[in-house]
């Protein structure tokens, strides 16, 4: 493919939507995470938005995890990243960042002056949230009668941009140099960890991650949260074993650990100039 190719002439990792026709004869709005190997997973978006209900069939897998040579990247389309549970599941998968490609329509209520669209600060929660990098790429200009954000950005784990947003009316290819591995370092502070301090135990009418097969520890990306790691009160014993002082500045770290960087590039696209991914 035109993918498979790229990637293999510019080493690159490339992460891009489609619509896929499935082998059931379904129309799926799908993504795939692409390498200098080939395809490395197919992911099917689960929350649809708005029409595409009458024109896909929602995927029912869950955010597929690619261990690769700089870190572990999850994958979820668009309106996926609306739901907390979507996003803490790639989490405990074992996802670093996250790579979203998205269509967000501009609302008919615009944002403030001097705030953000509601899908990027959605964004900026959910890696806040999580510890994880999320990269989004979003469309831009009017196609069709239809607004869209622009809102390409990468977020660092805690919920702060390092590149971007965009939000404005003109294509953009966004990079930032970051260490997927701080990721893996779930401590917030001294006393406190996103992952140890979690109490599933309490969340059961609502969702609880032990009612969801994560898959066999052999598929699941390193760095992944296995429930064996976890006492009978649900607490991260390898996490609480880690000891130490609170999370040191990622400029500290690096000098402890030495970079691992990987270069992320989102490029927003305009409205017409590529086939349209069908998404919110």
């Known amino acids: ?37 080939g395809v490395r997973a197919v992911y099917r978006k689960a929350h649809l938005w708005d029409a595409e209900k009458k024109i896909f069939t929602p995927g029912d897998g869950a955010p597929p995890v690619v261990p690769l040579p700089f870190g572990n990247v999850g994958l979820m389309i668009c309106y ?105 370092d779930k401590r917030n502070s001294e006393l406190n960890d996103l992952f140890a301090d979690r109490r599933p135990d309490l969340y059961a009418r609502l969702w609880d991650t032990r009612l969801v097969t994560l898959g066999p520890p052999s598929r699941r990306a390193p760095g992944a949260v296995h429930e064996q790691d976890r006492d009978r009160d649900d607490h991260d014993r390898a996490a609480e074993q880690r000891g130490g002082c609170g999370p040191l500045a990622e400029e500290q770290r690096a000098q402890r650990d030495g970079y691992h960087r990987v270069h992320v590039r989102v490029g927003g696209h305009r409205g017409g100039r590529q086939p349209p991914q069908c998404d919110h």
Do not use: K, M
Request: charged share 20%.
């Open 80 to 184: 996926d990243l609306e739901f907390p549970e979507w996003v803490r599941l790639a989490a405990l998968s074992g996802a670093d960042l996250i790579a979203a490609p998205v269509n967000w329509p501009a609302s008919a209520s615009p944002a403030p002056p001097g705030e953000r669209a509601s899908e990027v600060v959605s964004a900026q929660a959910a890696a806040a949230a999580n510890g994880v990098f999320i990269a989004v790429a979003d469309r831009c200009g009017t196609e069709r009668g239809v607004d869209w954000v622009g809102g390409s950005v990468i977020i660092r784990r805690g919920g702060y941009p390092v590149a971007g947003p965009v939000c404005d009316d003109h294509t953009a290819v966004l990079t930032a140099a970051i260490d997927l591995r701080l990721a893996r």
């Open 1 to 37: 493919s035109d993918c498979h190719s790229l990637a293999a002439r510019h080493d690159l990792v490339i992460a891009g939507g489609f619509c896929e026709l499935g082998e059931d004869g379904q129309l799926y709005n799908s993504a795939a995470i692409v390498d200098a190997s």
